[in-house]
């Protein structure tokens, strides 16, 4: 039988709970995760976060950010700051790179969030 099921980090398990939300659901080899916003002063710093995170929630799960194929993040004043976020996924992640969809948006679920990011991973065979 196929493993399946929501992945809640015991550090967001007090949201899962709240907001019925889960980090991640995993179906298989394959695990999707729910967007991610960083927190920091700046932008270099918030999307740096955000990988930090999206990083937890996939080792949570026995994952990592070299088993994501697909990314979409979701960018406020897009223009401003695409190339802050494209450094700090370079500098999270390598090659080869994932499919990536950059869509922007006037705003995101945590007011002061510049951007989210979330991706589908799937396990190396």
């Given at each position: 039988?196929?493993?399946?099921g929501?992945?809640?980090p015991e550090?967001?398990q007090?949201s899962?709970?709240?907001?019925h ?6 179906v ?7 967007g991610?916003i960083?927190s920091g002063?700046s932008p270099?710093?918030e ?7 999206l ?6 799960a026995g994952?990592?950010l070299?088993?994501?194929v ?7 004043d ?5 190339g802050a976020?494209m ?8 090659a080869?790179?994932p499919?990536w969809?950059a869509?922007?948006?006037t705003e ?7 951007a989210?990011v979330?991706v589908t991973a799937?396990?190396?065979s």
């Amino acid at each position: 039988m196929t493993e399946r099921g929501p992945v809640v980090p015991e550090d967001s398990q007090a949201s899962y709970d709240r907001f019925h939300f889960a980090p991640a659901y995993r179906v298989g080899d394959t695990l999707y995760v729910s967007g991610v916003i960083g927190s920091g002063e700046s932008p270099e710093d918030e999307f740096a976060s955000a990988f930090e995170s999206l990083a937890r929630v996939l080792d949570s799960a026995g994952f990592s950010l070299g088993d994501v194929v697909e990314m979409t993040s979701f960018h406020v004043d897009m223009s401003k700051t695409l190339g802050a976020f494209m450094a700090a996924r370079d500098n999270a992640m390598s090659a080869p790179w994932p499919a990536w969809t950059a869509i922007g948006c006037t705003e995101l679920a945590i007011p002061t969030g510049r951007a989210e990011v979330k991706v589908t991973a799937v396990l190396q065979s």
